[in-house]
């Protein structure tokens, strides 16, 4: 466990690689006592430290969905950080490459909330019935620390959150079978990655209801409005300057992006 002291630095650290878009020494590194509740409390410092400067959180994202990321990072569950509107891009958009380090590009679908959700013991079902409207997206990853990191370094650096691409069709939670959306992602009209949306957890809400339960230990939940990804159905992919992404969502749309 860190002193309070150490989690400050630990923030200040992620905040200024994510300001000057140079990673830092791998946190697990500089403090190998660190734990996963130090990981989060990190997160949190460093996301008050952008609100100070002006950014809003427009939702939550879940990461390491699949059992194959788990086993990677030596984990048995998902892990989870916040998202900001600064970072909230538009389908068709141009975006500056060197607003990242080394970014990754993943599909996804983004749930938005509807009514407000809390409490423990929230299942799928509770999910669905509290979602507005599911739409396709693209999630950029980033890191802000060395690697290889270990899973704290993960989560204290906002469980890998560089920026959120939503696009597509909208539809309402029940007028399809959301476990099997599926999608392709091309890079520069190649295909690289394709997958459906079963992949995570067997169901895109499952990981929303663990996340919902996840933040009800800490007296919080999720808002109307807000929205969240529900972790990858793809592995990621290296994007670069140059760049050109299409993601087809077959009859619900496509997102298409460039770096640049």
Known sequence: MLTESDRQAAAEALYEADRTRKTCVQLSR???EMTLEDSYDVQR???EMRIADGAKVVG???????????????MTEPDYGV????????????????????????TELAFVMGQDLSGEGCQMHDVMRATEY?????????YRTEVPRQIV???????????????????????????WVA??????????????????MGHPAAGIAWLVNKLAAQGDGLKKG??????????????????????????????????E
């Open 45 to 47: 410092r460093w996301t």
């Open 226 to 259: 807000d929205i969240v990804l529900g972790g990858s159905f793809t592995r990621p992919v290296d994007i670069a300057g140059g760049d050109v992404i299409f993601a087809d969502f077959g009859t619900l749309g496509s997102i298409g992006v460039s770096f």
């Open 83 to 106: 998202m900001f509107d600064d970072l909230l891009l538009k389908d068709g958009a141009r975006i500056p490459a060197g607003r990242f380090i080394k970014p990754r590009l993943e």
């Open 183 to 200: 999608a392709t992602l091309a890079k520069n009209g190649t295909i690289e990655e394709s997958g459906v949306s079963a992949a995570i």
């Open 60 to 74: 939550r994202k879940i990461g390491l969905t699949s059992r194959a990321m788990q086993m990677a990072s030596k």
């Open 153 to 179: 370094d993960t989560i204290a650096d906002n469980a890998a959150f560089g920026a959120i691409v939503m696009g597509g069709r909208i539809f309402r939670p029940f007028d399809i079978d959301v476990r």
């Open 134 to 142: 599911v739409t396709p997206a693209l999630e950029i990853i980033d």
């Open 30 to 32: 500089t403090w190998p």
